[in-house]
Every structure is written in C-alpha cells, then in structure tokens.
C-alpha cells in the first residue's frame, strides 16, 4: 500500500479553520484519498474520500494537490467535538484492497475553548 | 438507519479460551471487515467478507478466523487467546457493490474490547 505522511499532532481553537496536511508521494493514479478520525472510545468514523478534484461534504472540505502527492483536509470552524485522531489513508483497486483500509499513526487534533 | 451493531461491547477472558465476536452490519451492506486496535500496533486489518466469502486477509496467526452469513451479519472468532489478543475489535461494513472498491466509505461499529486475563 502507498504510504502517507501526517503531523502527529495539531492544535486549533474553537470556532477557527483547521487545515490537516497528508503528504503521499507515491500515490497511484487509480488510489482515492479517503479521510478517517476517531473519537475517543468511538469505531473510526468516515469524513470524506476523492481522487482529484476538491471535495466538499458537511463534515470538511478536501484540498487535493494538482500532482495528488499532497492533500488537506479542511474543517471550517473547528468545534470541540471535532478533537480526534485523524486518519489519511489511500484506497487503491484490485482484490488486495477489498475491505482494506491501512491506517498510520494519524493526527491528533486538539481543539481549544 | 441504523449503524453497524457489535456485541458484545466488553469481554473477558481467560488465557487458553476462545471467544467470538459479532457484528452486524448497516442493512443492505454486503461488505464487512474486521479490524483489531492496540496501543502499539494501532488498527490493523484482519479479513473482509462479501457475500459470505472471505476476500481478504490480514497478517494474522490461524487462531483469528471469521465468518459471514447470508444475512451478511458477521462472527470472528479467536481461539486459544493470548494475553496479547486483548484489544479493542472493531466491524466495519460498506455499501459498495462486488468490485467497486476505492470509491466508497466504511461505515465502523463502536467495537468490543477483549481483555484477556
């Protein structure tokens, strides 16, 4: 599976725009960029997926870069619930990947009052 | 409608045991797979089913097996447990149809978390 780079950590106030970076150099041209974060003591939750355009969904947003070795996952105002562990992860084709998702380490958010 | 169910929510047990696990999946979901978290190893993958066949699998020793039923719900079961079985197991089940794979998301339940004693 490619590899993804992610900060272990970052911090925001509430209210404010987060900006979660995912670095992925080696990324295929067939691999999607899907978005996980945890909760704590919560199953990992689905945040949004692309290929090459930008996303939008109520959740975030997603920057992705023009030669895909990057992408941002983009909440607009960070609120308190939005303190996770979150996940950049890529999704290639074939039978290797059925059901498949390779998390890293990801990124802890902390989001401050 | 309703999420993906695990029960049940806690267990313990003994070294030497066996112990399965279940999860149902999002209705019309025919896509489930397993994953096991740890503090040290993080969430890794162990097997994904459709259609009650076994399409994937992870690195993981024989004793973790698993199995789906017609009604896509899913079982797991670990035998001979090892201290270092205890973990939060976590279910995930996805809408996507037989091939289409990267396009779709993972719907994960809250898990059970196996301690072994």
């Known amino acids: 599976d490619a590899k993804t780079t992610q900060p272990n950590s970052m911090e925001s106030n509430e209210e404010e725009p987060v900006h979660l970076p995912c670095n992925h150099s080696?990324?295929?041209?067939?691999?999607?960029i899907h978005w996980y974060r945890q909760l704590p003591s919560q199953g990992p939750e689905y945040v949004i997926h692309g290929l090459t355009s930008n996303v939008n969904n109520r959740m975030a947003s997603l920057a992705i870069a023009e030669d895909r070795k990057s992408s941002t996952l983009i909440l607009h105002r960070a609120t308190l619930r939005d303190a996770a562990v979150y996940y950049c992860i890529l999704r290639g084709a074939g039978g290797t990947s059925y059901g498949k998702l390779t998390f890293g380490q990801g990124t802890i958010l902390t989001v401050h009052p | 409608k309703a999420g993906v169910t695990q029960t049940p929510r806690y267990l313990i047990k003994t070294r030497g045991q066996q112990v399965t696990l279940s999860c149902s999946p999002i209705s019309g979901h025919r896509s489930v797979s397993w994953y096991q978290q740890t503090p040290g190893q993080g969430l890794q993958f162990l097997f994904e089913y459709f259609s009650e066949t076994q399409r994937n699998k992870g690195n993981f020793p024989g004793r973790f097996s698993g199995r789906q039923f017609s009604n896509s719900r899913s079982e797991m079961n670990v035998s001979t447990l090892e201290l270092g079985d205890s973990a939060l197991y976590l279910c995930?089940?996805?809408?996507?149809?037989?091939?289409?794979?990267?396009?779709?998301?993972?719907?994960f339940g809250s898990g059970t978390r196996l301690t072994v004693v």
């Open positions: 995930a089940s996805s809408g996507a149809p037989g091939q289409a794979l990267a396009n779709y998301g993972y719907t």
């Open positions: 080696t990324i295929s041209g067939t691999d999607y």
